[in-house]
């Protein structure tokens, strides 16, 4: 990935969570909680989601950078909807956790050298991944479920 590219998932990355704001702004609690025009998570769900795996990232991001094996750690995301009760609790410090993960991996990466962002990292099963990879497979996810989330609220994407 050259610079410019990478400058660009920068700037996806560290506007992620003002779209997410954005896209669940004004909405009531009927919207946040109304069921997806097809099967799927609610609103504030999918907001719970972002911000679960956004702490996820944050540590795998860390764990990385020293060169520790990432573990895949399995989860049924139904089932963790479920017991972390993200269909009962505010949406509010989901999108604070979430500004503030990306804001705190932001610093970390725009202190990278260049060589960093492409220095192959353990990762689980014999394989590699490096900065470059979880930087594109994060802003892929919240984007994705950014998406979600109007189509949820609005029935269109």
Not at 56 to 82: K, N, Y
Not at 116 to 121: G, H, I, L, N, T
Not at 122 to 143: C, K, M, Q, Y
Request: charged content about 25%; overall charge negative.
């Amino acid at each position: 990935m050259d610079t410019d590219a990478r400058a660009g998932l920068l700037n996806r990355y560290r506007a992620a969570p003002g779209l997410l704001a954005e896209s669940v702004a004004g909405a009531s609690i009927a919207q946040l909680d109304g069921a997806p025009p097809e099967p799927g998570w609610t609103a504030r769900t999918t907001v719970h989601h972002i911000s679960d795996i956004a702490i996820m990232g944050a540590l795998r991001l860390r764990l990385m950078l020293l060169d520790i094996e990432v573990e895949l750690w399995p989860t049924d995301q139904d089932v963790m909807q479920q017991r972390l009760r993200n269909d009962k609790r505010p949406i509010s410090p989901a999108l604070k956790t979430v500004e503030g993960l990306v804001e705190s991996a932001i610093s970390i990466l725009e202190a990278l050298r260049e060589e960093e962002w492409r220095q192959p990292r353990p990762f689980p099963g014999n394989n590699t991944t490096s900065v470059e990879d979880w930087l594109a497979a994060n802003v892929r996810h919240i984007e994705q479920h950014i998406e979600q989330i109007r189509y949820a609220l609005t029935g269109t994407c």
